[in-house]
């Protein structure tokens, strides 16, 4: 390769979220010229586009956060347990200046395509502003729920008062006391949003197609005594996040949900409820997402719950899943959510009952009458895991399409190469563990940084997995996925969204067997010479 022309960098990463700002500092470690290309203004991914009412951590804020600084972790005080957006985007920008992270990300950058020149061994990179980069690798650092997408119903752009997805939310502060406010959608960011909106608006109307099991997330603040204890304990907390099935504080319990007493199964059941976080969804039973009799039973455990804090029966009714189990979605962590369908500024309408006919420049016309609002939500969520590649135009060798190629799902090896698309890494892509986010991606930054290490190292300049090796670990992600009840639901876990043409028939997105699994096939195949891959 020594006669092939010199690209502008040795990588560009595309995105300044958390997996973007890590892989930069590793990769500047390693004295490689590096570029952030980011779309908008500032870092922190998630927490930098999510800024609507209510936008917070479910999980652990300092389970969340990274590990890999002990210095970080000396400096940074979390005020609450599940810290609000605002903390957390805080947290990412003091990240960004303690190590400098800004001189090297490009902002108000969205790559509109990336085209893999094979003779050259070159990514060409394009902005939406028409400037080019040359790169010999792509570390893409897209997120996994980064493309939100608007609902397909007729006359959303008419409206004429004030109109916001959740995920563009406005960076001023937005009143909704004396507003009639709509929202649409019950997903995770509808439910925080809802309870939010609730406090203040004159009338909120919340329009539900499909409801999910919520449940509490049982938020509190942290002392000053509470966080030195929290910081004395991190060695062993970030060491059970490593060994957690899924990366979080809470794994599943050993036992299935009939081998104990109807009595113990309630007292745990009681428990869960009333402790803060996940435990219920991912520290319940073993069974309970692949044991349809188990599943079930926490769903009707649930289901009481709700009909106890909801005043209205109907309403209650309406509130409980009918065509789904609990957990087999992604579970909404709530505080006071249905206590909010107990004041009289909030009205619940079930669209399945009066569909949404249309947006009207006043408000919103279902079957049966036409509301008038002053600010209408979309909470619609995103086109996930795969959309965030398919808005960029990314075509490998021969000019064949990432798109196309997984128009049936996507094919990867390990979750962060694909065949066909050499010198791509993918961060928090497809097919591997995702689970507490930021613990995924340290070990994957890593693993990206020590693959860009051995290739410095070995004036290596093409990477490309072995079709074979992409279609076995395929197949193995799919076969994890059988009997799990969570790929039997549509959802954007199972890469269903409505408003997406050819996103209606459910996929295996995601890896859903446990982190450790993951990292360590990873590990093995790092210590083999990067086995299953072509290095040349
Ligand atoms: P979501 O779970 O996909 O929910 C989207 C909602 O919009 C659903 O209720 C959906 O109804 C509804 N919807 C979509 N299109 C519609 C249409 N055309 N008409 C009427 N309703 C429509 O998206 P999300 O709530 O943004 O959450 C996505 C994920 O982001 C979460 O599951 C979670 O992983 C993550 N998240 C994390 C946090 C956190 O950690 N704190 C907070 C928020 C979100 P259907 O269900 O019927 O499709």
């Known amino acids: 390769m020594t006669d092939q022309p010199s690209p502008q960098f040795d990588a560009i990463v595309i995105g300044a979220g958390m997996s973007g700002m890590y892989q930069l500092l590793k990769l500047r470690e390693l004295g490689l010229k590096v570029r952030v290309l980011e779309a908008g203004t500032g870092v922190g991914g998630t927490w930098y586009w999510n800024r609507y009412p ?25 005020s609450e347990h599940f810290a609000g957006q605002p903390e957390t985007l805080r947290y990412l920008n003091h990240v960004a200046d ?43 650092a897209v997120g996994p729920l980064s493309a939100p997408t608007m609902p397909n119903i007729p006359g959303v752009d008419s409206f004429k008062g004030q109109s916001c997805h ?155 899943p009918k065509n789904h189990g609990f957990g087999t979605r992604r579970v909404p962590m709530e505080t006071k959510y249905y206590e909010a369908y107990n004041q009289d500024n909030v009205e619940l309408v079930d669209i399945n009952e009066t569909p949404i006919e249309r947006i009207t420049p006043s408000g919103i016309k279902t079957s049966d009458t036409e509301r008038a609002f002053d600010i209408i939500v979309y909470a619609t969520g995103f086109d996930a895991i795969t959309g965030s590649f398919d808005r960029i135009d990314i075509r490998g060798i021969g000019g064949q399409r990432l798109k196309d190629r997984w128009k049936h799902g996507p094919e990867t090896y390990l ?3 694909v065949d066909g698309f050499p010198n791509m890494a993918m961060l928090v892509g497809p097919h591997m563990a995702l689970g507490n986010i930021p613990r995924t991606i340290e070990f994957n930054v890593e693993w990206v940084a020590d693959l860009m290490r051995y290739a410095r190292d070995r004036k290596v300049t093409r990477i490309e ?20 009840l969570l790929f039997e639901v549509n959802s954007w876990m199972t890469g269903v969204n409505s408003n997406v043409e050819g996103k209606q028939v459910r996929i295996v997105n995601r890896y859903s067997g446990s982190a450790p699994d993951w990292r360590a096939k990873c590990t093995a195949v790092a210590e083999k010479d990067y086995e299953g891959m072509a290095l040349v």
């Open 465 to 484: 997995p072995e079709p074979d090796q992409v279609q076995a670990w395929t197949d193995h992600v799919k076969a994890l996925g059988e009997g799990n």
């Open 166 to 320: 959740t995920a563009h939310w406005p960076h001023e502060p937005v009143s909704f006391e004396g507003k009639r406010v709509a929202v649409i959608g019950t997903g995770a960011t509808g439910v925080q949003t809802i309870q939010e909106v609730a406090k203040t608006a004159k009338h909120l109307t919340v329009f539900q197609r499909t409801p999910n099991w919520c449940a509490p997330l049982l938020n509190s603040r942290i002392d000053t005594e509470e966080m030195t204890k929290i910081r004395a304990g991190y060695p062993e907390m970030f060491q059970r996040c490593q060994e957690t099935f899924s990366c979080f504080l809470h794994t599943p319990d050993p036992r299935a949900t009939f081998e104990v007493s109807d009595e113990e199964r309630e007292a745990f059941w009681e428990k869960l409820y009333a402790s803060p976080g996940f435990g219920i969804w991912l520290g319940n039973f073993r069974d309970i997402l692949t044991d349809r009799k188990a599943n079930a039973a926490i769903s009707d455990f649930v289901a009481r719950k709700i009909r106890q804090r909801v005043k209205n029966q109907k309403t209650a009714e309406k509130l409980i």
């Open 54 to 78: 209510g936008a917070r951590f479910d999980s652990e804020s300092y389970s969340y956060a990274f590990s890999f600084s002990k210095d970080l972790l000396d400096e940074w005080d979390w």
């Open 415 to 417: 979750g962060m190469t």
């Open 98 to 140: 303690k190590f400098d992270l800004r001189k090297d990300i490009q902002f108000r950058s969205r790559v509109k395509s990336a085209h893999w020149r094979d003779a050259t061994r070159i990514w060409d990179i394009t902005l939406g502003d028409g400037s080019t980069f040359t790169s010999r690798f792509m570390i893409t």
